[in-house]
Structures are given as C-alpha cells and as structure tokens.
C-alpha cells in the first residue's frame, strides 16, 4: 500500500508518480479554542487522521494506487473567539485551499480531495467554493464533501448506521445529547480520548452539559457569552466505544466518496452542501453587497448633483424674462 507525505518526497519523486492513479488530499482545519478541557489543535488534529485513514482504505481497495498527503493547513473560519483561536478571514481560506489546488493541477495531477475537521458553515463553504473553481478553470476533479458529511452527521442521517457499529441502539437519552452537541462536547471528547488521550483533561468528567437554543446559536461566540466555558454539549458523557462507531461510519462514508470521485461518479449533492444556499455564508457575498451599496449611493449622489446643476440654469433662464413685459409694456 503506498501512502506517502508530499513534504517527504523530492520534486523527481513526486514527477514520477502516475497522474492518472494518483490521489493527493490537501488538509484545512483551524486551531481553535475547544472549552477548559480540549486542545486547540481538536479540528487540526481530526483532519489529519481523516485524511490519513481515508488514504490507507483507498489504497487497500485499489492496491495500483497512490494518496499523498500534503501538510494539514491550520487554517479556518467561522470560529469561536478565545485563547489560542487563530480564526483567519473566509477569503483566505478559500484562496489559500484553491492555490494548492492550482499548484496541483498544474503539476498534472488529476484527482484532489480536501479533509477537514472543523463545521463551521462559512468555513465548509469556502472550501467548496475552492474545490469548485480548481475544478473549473482546470479540468481536475477536486472536491470538499465534509459539507455534505456534517449536515448529514448533525443532523443525526447516520445515527442507524453508528448505532450498528456500536451494538447496540442509542438511549433516547443519548439521542437528545447528540442532538444537543455542537462543540466540544460528547463527541470531539470522545474522539481526542481516542486520538489523543494525552491532551485531555481529566476535568471533563465534572463538565456539565450545555445546551444552547437555536436562536441562541445564531450569535457569534454564544459559547463564550455570558460566562460560557466555550464547549456546547455533554463532554462528561465521552467515552472511546462511541468514538470508535462514530470514525468507523465517518471514515467509510468520507472512503466511498473519495473513491466516487476517482470514478467520476460523486453526485452534486456530495459537493454543495446546503450552506451554499445561504447568500451570507458565500466568500463572495459581503464584497459584493458592499459594492452593490456603494454603487447605489454613488448613483443617487450622482442624479442629486446633477438636479442641483439643473435647478440653477432654469433660475437663470427664469431671471432672464424681457424687463419691458415685467412693466406691462407691449413687447417689441
């Protein structure tokens, strides 16, 4: 099986591989801050064994194939203010993920998949949005699915299939916990106490749950607000069993589509999710309404200029009448 680290290889190396069954995957997750008792490194670190795990499965099934991994970018948007959050503008992640892109497709190579960690909204469509334009203007297949994923995992469309990993059904208890998780709560503590044990602190155990309203959510930094710990959900609750169901289902849905996109046949609905529905959420939204604002003040400043340029002519030709007609003599 050949899973190789782009940033271990020379360029004759990396020239020699087969473009044709060569798979690169580019990561992109922010460090930020993940509650009292979660490093800041939870989404950086989540992509990065994705990206790797998802690359041994596929070569397991095509054995003549190649992944290379490129260094995880931590990069990001859409996060929760704090301590060690590195929150970067939606733009730069979009061009910086395209420029990788680019620099790939250029290079020949023909099939680019972007792993990611972290669920914020903008963040998820910025990388679309860079998939979708490497793709576009240079006839590769790149393509950002953990829009799709996360819709579908939050909105709990993988439940039956984890609780079949697991062995058992959910607690009606559980199902509203994971309802309730957002943040840094029953589930990335339960994967970093199977990823990374060591940077969990034991503290966890006396965290009590956190539920937010959906209106609530709608604020920026709500976990943060109001003295908020800045995790949403139960991470009291973690436990490696949960973790282990939930990467097994995650991992083999994120497989599949890898493997779809090498075949060609990845469906629409994997590349947008619905966040790209939201006019706010698009890279491209805010320069463009500002430019559309400003166009509009600028043409109605234009047309009261130029009605305060007409109003003093028509004075003038008003002022201008025959002095014989204002005394009431006969015009000659």
Not at 51 to 79: C, D, I, K, N, Y
């Amino acid at each position: 099986m050949t899973v190789l680290r782009l940033e271990e290889l020379s360029a004759p190396a990396v020239d020699a591989l087969d473009r044709s069954r060569t798979l690169v995957v580019v990561g992109a997750s922010p460090l930020e801050q993940h509650g009292p008792h979660l490093p800041v490194g939870v989404d950086y670190l989540v992509a990065g064994y994705l990206a790797e795990t998802v690359a041994h499965r596929v070569v397991a099934r095509r054995p003549e194939w190649t992944v290379v991994l490129t260094p995880t970018l931590p990069l990001g948007s859409f996060t929760f203010d704090g301590a060690g959050t590195i929150g970067v503008r939606q733009r730069v992640v979009r061009d910086a993920v395209a420029d990788y892109g680019r620099a790939l497709a250029r290079a020949g190579f023909r099939y680019i998949l972007v792993s990611n960690g972290h669920a914020g909204p903008g963040h998820l469509v910025a990388l679309e949005e860079a998939a979708a334009l490497v793709s576009r203007r240079h006839g590769v297949a790149m393509a950002s699915f953990t829009g799709h994923m996360a819709w579908e995992f939050f909105r709990g469309r993988y439940l039956a299939r984890i609780e079949a990993a697991l062995g058992r059904p959910l607690t009606g208890q559980e199902r509203r916990a994971f309802a309730d998780d957002a943040h840094g709560g029953w589930w990335e503590t339960s994967l970093m106490l199977l990823l990374r044990p060591d940077l969990v602190d034991s503290g966890y155990q006396g965290l009590p749950p956190v539920r937010y309203p959906m209106l609530r959510r709608l604020r920026p930094n709500y976990p943060t607000r109001d003295g908020g710990q800045g995790y949403v959900g139960d991470p009291a609750r973690a436990d490696i069993a949960f973790a282990k169901a939930t990467l097994e289902v995650l991992v083999a849905e994120a497989a599949q589509l890898a493997e779809a996109l090498i075949d060609g046949r990845l469906h629409a609905r994997h590349l947008r999710s619905p966040f790209r529905l939201v006019p706010f959420l698009r890279t491209d939204f805010w320069p463009v309404a500002g430019a559309v604002i400003a166009a509009g003040l600028g043409s109605l400043w234009l047309s009261r200029w130029s009605a305060g340029r007409r109003r003093p002519a028509a004075s003038a030709q008003a002022g201008s009448a025959d002095p014989a007609a204002e005394r009431g003599a006969p015009p000659r």
